[in-house]
């Protein structure tokens, strides 16, 4: 790969292929942290970047030498079983190194279904290893950035009037099929 090749990856996966606005996966997390603060908006892209970063280096190897021509529920299996190592890996380093950065993170890291999303669609995309790095920074980066902007408009959402059968999920999905939407038009 190139540096152009790199680069427009990563802008593809930040912006025009972001994770979470086209396939919706780690939403949960987002809406459940919406109104965090920019540190821990940080903290939680941070800990989840790392922890595909680790499971991407797991995943590649068996990818191509056990995995293969497997069936699709034993790779979806041993992806599982290669992000709850991860997360564990991870945290595990994390809360001895560095005691006060973990809180309640963990559990938002091992709960996303980016992580396991990630991994699948880099497989089934064909990516080979250093463009499976780069799309994993470029997730990372891609669901800090949605993070923050759904906390700034789930903010201003806060406080307008809005139906009571609107709040909540509801304002949030839509919020969210209406920045996909605006996304699309980059493509």
Same mark, same amino acid.
């Given at each position: 790969?190139?540096?152009?090749?790199? *680069? +427009?990856?990563?802008?593809?996966?930040?912006?025009?292929?972001?994770?979470?606005?086209?396939?919706?996966? %780690? *939403?949960? !997390?987002?809406?459940?942290? =919406?109104?965090n #603060? @920019?540190?821990?908006?940080? =903290?939680? #892209?941070?800990?989840?970047?790392?922890? @595909?970063? &680790?499971?991407?280096?797991?995943?590649?190897?068996?990818?191509?030498?056990v995995?293969?021509?497997?069936?699709?529920?034993? =790779?979806?299996?041993?992806? &599982?079983?290669?992000?709850?190592? !991860? &997360?564990?890996?991870? !945290?595990?380093?994390?809360?001895?190194?560095?005691?006060s950065?973990?809180?309640?993170?963990?559990?938002?890291?091992?709960?996303?279904s980016?992580?396991l /999303?990630?991994? @699948?669609?880099?497989? #089934?995309? /064909?990516?080979?290893?250093?463009a499976s790095y &780069?799309?994993?920074? %470029?997730? %990372?980066?891609?669901? *800090? @950035?949605? +993070?923050?902007?759904? +906390? /700034?408009? /789930? =903010?201003r959402?806060?406080?307008?009037?809005?139906?009571? #059968? *609107?709040?909540?999920?509801?304002?949030?999905?839509?919020?969210?099929?209406?920045?996909s939407?605006?996304v699309?038009?980059?493509?």
């Open positions: 790969m190139n540096i152009s090749e790199i *680069f +427009s990856l990563l802008l593809a996966c930040i912006f025009v292929n972001n994770y979470v606005l086209q396939h919706y996966l %780690g *939403f949960d !997390s987002i809406y459940l942290d =919406r109104k #603060s @920019l540190k821990n908006h940080g =903290r939680i #892209s941070l800990l989840l970047t790392i922890v @595909l970063l &680790v499971a991407t280096t797991i995943a590649s190897p068996l990818e191509a030498f995995i293969g021509g497997k069936a699709e529920w034993a =790779r979806t299996l041993t992806y &599982v079983l290669v992000v709850a190592f !991860s &997360v564990f890996a991870v !945290s595990f380093v994390v809360k001895k190194f560095f005691p950065f973990l809180n309640c993170e963990k559990v938002n890291v091992a709960l996303n980016i992580v /999303g990630t991994l @699948l669609l880099s497989s #089934s995309n /064909g990516l080979g290893w250093g &780069v799309a994993v920074i %470029g997730t %990372g980066l891609g669901y *800090f @950035l949605v +993070s923050m902007v759904i +906390s /700034g408009i /789930g =903010r959402i806060d406080e307008k009037a809005i139906p009571e #059968s *609107f709040r909540g999920v509801p304002i949030f999905l839509a919020t969210l099929a209406i920045m939407l605006a699309y038009a980059f493509a």
